[in-house]
T-cell receptor, first 112, second 114 residues
Framework: RKEVEQDPGPFNVPEGATVAFNCTYS??????FFWYRQDCRKEPKLLMS???SGNEDGRFTAQLNRASQYISLLIRDSKLSDSATYLC?????????????FGGGTRLMVKP | DVKVTQSSRYLVKRTGEKVFLECVQD?????MFWYRQDPGLGLRLIYF???????EKGDIPEGYSVSREKKERFSLILESASTNQTSMYLC?????????????FGPGTRLTVT
């Protein structure tokens, strides 16, 4: 079983739609959570952190449910430029320090 | 601006060749990482380093080794390349003590072993 699981998609949505992705993690010692975005043939980049109380950044809302061990990302009013792969990322602490575990990513395609 | 560079964007090597992938960061980060990314498998950690001359195995170290002689440079070595090492290789760095702990990635090296 993968430590961080995501639906690979693709999610095909029209412009202006609202779309949500979920991610589940298995390591209960996970400390922090993030969403990274990866454009086609590019490197991953941090999109936003996920706080326990939930947080919003413009059209993006991230939520964390520790009891059920899942994280979500909601995108409102989708734009063509939102087309990308969204990686769910979990931080935990190893002997050597902070470590990140990446999910396989969910691919989003926003159509005109 | 944060910068992680990798020596090659595309590389084609033959089975059995020794391959060096170089990564350089200019942010004075203590931590550096090598991942490979394959369709359906996501990013998998090969090796990481939390200081000069220090290295730790990640989840899939077999067939790879690393070198960190200077803080800014982290090299991945394939001693004898095999076709199952055809992949996208991503280097990343991070500031160890940062509370956000963002990892910054290089542009990637797409390695093909024939």
């Amino acid at each position: 079983r993968k430590e961080v699981e995501q639906d690979p998609g693709p999610f095909n949505v029209p412009e202006g739609a609202t779309v949500a992705f979920n991610c589940t993690y298995s390591n209960s010692a996970s400390q922090s959570f993030f969403w990274y975005r990866q454009d086609c043939r590019k490197e991953p980049k941090l999109l936003m952190s996920v706080y326990s109380s939930g947080n919003e950044d413009g059209r993006f809302t991230a939520q964390l449910n520790r009891a059920s061990q899942y994280i979500s990302l909601l995108i409102r009013d989708s734009k063509l430029s939102d087309s990308a792969t969204y990686l769910c990322v979990v931080k935990w602490v190893a002997n050597a320090g902070n470590m990140l575990t990446f999910g396989g990513g969910t691919r989003l395609m926003v159509k005109p | 601006d944060v910068k992680v560079t990798q020596s090659s964007r595309y590389l084609v090597k033959r089975t059995g060749e020794k391959v060096f992938l170089e990564c350089v960061q200019d942010m004075d980060h203590e931590n550096m990482f090598w991942y490979r990314q394959d369709p359906g498998l996501g990013l998998r950690l090969i090796y990481f380093s939390y200081d000069v001359k220090m290295k730790e195995k990640g989840d899939i170290p077999e067939g790879y080794s690393v070198s960190r002689e200077k803080k800014e440079r982290f090299s991945l070595i394939l001693e004898s390349a095999s076709t199952n090492q055809t992949s996208m290789y991503l280097c990343a760095s991070a500031l160890r003590a940062a509370s956000l702990y963002e990892q910054y990635f290089g542009p990637g090296t797409r390695l093909t072993v024939t």
